[in-house]
């Protein structure tokens, strides 16, 4: 019994970990968004510096949890969770990844670039806060219709990053001495409608966790 608590515990702590990466990665693309839009350069530059720090935090989830496996040797359900705990790892550090990839988009355009920001890429990121928070809560409760959720929601990012970008190609056509900067905000679209892709990814393993099977939520 004594060895089934500090299981227990040790899984629990797990979850703690994730969460708090979870929170870190949310810090870190709001950040970014807001270093595009204030043309902070300085900003951006203390973003991929910060990522470091979530780059770690993963590695240490990633050891923890194959520390488990070795030792445990867990069966069903107690296997899932830990593989499932490494899944959400990895996708919330390819998030911070592409926050990180927003903040050099922004040291790419410089401080003085005279073009506006367009408006749609602050409503996907605060889609993506929404995704993230509804991805971790899913987790914790494992809550499978909360996953699904992330699906829908998911579309929704998908299709302001179809608008936005159709808008700023035709945007080239009018400003082409602009070409090199308005294609680097819509790089800096994509690398937020990725991080809804990477919450939908979370919502499947929720989804796995539970059913014992793998879902592709976005069919």
Known sequence: ???????????????????????????????????????????????????????????KINEEAIVLIARQQPVATDLRRLVVALRISNDLERMADNAKNVAKSTIHLGEDHGIEVHPSIQEMKLMAVEMIDLAILSYENEDVTLARRLAELDDVVDNMYSTMLRELLEETATNPQKIQHIMQMAFSGRYVERIGDHATNIGEDVMYLVKGESLDLNN
């Open 1 to 59: 019994m004594v060895g089934r608590e500090a299981f227990q515990g040790e899984l629990q702590h797990l979850e703690e970990l994730i969460i708090e990466l979870a929170k870190k990665t949310k810090e870190q693309l709001n950040l970014a968004i807001d270093a595009l839009y204030r043309a902070d350069v300085s900003q951006a530059e203390q973003i991929i510096q910060n990522d470091k720090e979530l780059d770690q935090l993963d590695m």
